[in-house]
T-cell receptor
Framework: EAGVTQFPSHSVIEKGQTVTLRCDPISGHDNLYWYRRVMGKEIKFLLH????????ESGMPNNRFLAERTGGTYSTLKVQPAELEDSGVYFC??????????????FGPGTRLTVL | AQSVSQHNHHVILSEAASLELGCNYS??????LFWYVQYPGQHLQLLLK??????LVKGIKGFEAEFIKSKFSFNLRKPSVQWSDTAEYFCAVMDTGRRALTFGSGTRLQVQP
């Protein structure tokens, strides 16, 4: 079974440009999460999709970040325009939809974003 | 908001030494607890998890963790580390009201042969 995949693995852009990150969850996983780790600090939650719906977007830093999950499969995270402080590693995770709260999140390899 | 503290940022051990990494969380309600590991060049992998039941949880590769509710702690242990355990270790908490994980800042473990 394929794991969570993310594309690209690295992205280097200039301040003010736009970048789109993609995440493909494990097949059959309805929960999809985005996290970010900035400059060696802790990994922080950005948002949570259940299928195509945003369940929790309390961690999104500002309106320069837009996440979508059309059709409830893969997800994209767009940063527009990018700022220097957006540099970091963006992780995607997925889990099965369960009625309880005991799901385990499986992480992708991350996308390392560098904004110059 | 809940928080997770990992007391050791960088730990250096010799092979066969015992390991204990501390993790404390702030949330007072019902929580699910996790330890993840990131080996060099690899993605985050789940080491072990606690949802309920026996507070002593065994995970992969000989790791275990003990949930002590009264101390809000979930420390990770391994009796004898190997060079291949060199990695960064993350403690994470999920409160049962939402599914977002709150992570600690991570502990870099370096095992010297």
């Amino acid at each position: 079974e394929a794991g969570v995949t993310q594309f690209p693995s690295h992205s280097v852009i200039e301040k003010g440009q736009t970048v789109t990150l993609r995440c493909d969850p494990i097949s059959g996983h309805d929960n999809l999460y985005w996290y970010r780790r900035v400059m060696g600090k802790e990994i922080k939650f950005l948002l949570h999709f259940v299928k195509e719906s945003k369940q929790d977007e309390s961690g999104m830093p500002n309106n320069r970040f837009l996440a979508e999950r059309t059709g409830g499969t893969y997800s994209t995270l767009k940063v527009q325009p990018a700022e220097l402080e957006d540099s970091g590693v963006y992780f995607c995770a997925s889990s099965q939809l369960t009625s309880g709260r005991t799901d385990t999140q499986y992480f992708g390899p991350g996308t390392r974003l560098t904004v110059l | 908001a809940q928080s997770v503290s990992q007391h050791n940022h960088h730990v250096i051990l010799s092979e066969a030494a015992s390991l204990e990494l501390g993790c404390n969380y702030s949330y007072g309600g019902t929580v699910n607890l996790f330890w993840y590991v990131q080996y060099p060049g690899q993605h985050l992998q789940l080491l072990l998890k606690y949802f309920s039941g026996d507070p002593l949880v065994k995970g992969i590769k000989g790791f275990e963790a003990e949930f002590i509710k009264s101390k809000f702690s979930f420390n990770l242990r391994k009796p004898s580390v190997q060079w291949s355990d060199t990695a960064e270790y993350f403690c994470a908490v999920m409160d049962t009201g939402r599914r977002a994980l709150t992570f600690g800042s991570g502990t870099r473990l370096q095992v010297q042969p």
